[in-house]
């Protein structure tokens, strides 16, 4: 009984919420210029989102390679440590 109460109670909140953002569309206090149903704010949030989460992909895949570059530098602190040269093109 109480699952069902709680299902009944979530379907009218969501419904309620559904008729006041259809009416606020109706009376023109939510900006739709497309006629999408879909509120210009949130389409341009979605696109800055969008924006911002494609730069983040960059910003990970430059530190991905800089961890890799670590790594691989790395391998040669035990050679330096016991006093070799260094590995490389020699400087002019």
Known sequence: ?????TILSFLLALSIGLNFYLVYLYTGKVRDADRDMIADAIEEGIIEIKGKAKRVKE???????????V????????SAVS??????????
């Open 1 to 5: 009984m109480n699952t069902f109460i």
């Open 59 to 69: 910003e990970l895949q430059d530190v991905g390679s800089a961890v890799k570059e």
């Open 71 to 78: 790594g691989n530098q790395i391998g040669d602190l035990p």
């Open 83 to 92: 006093g070799k040269t260094r590995p490389g093109r020699k400087k002019k």
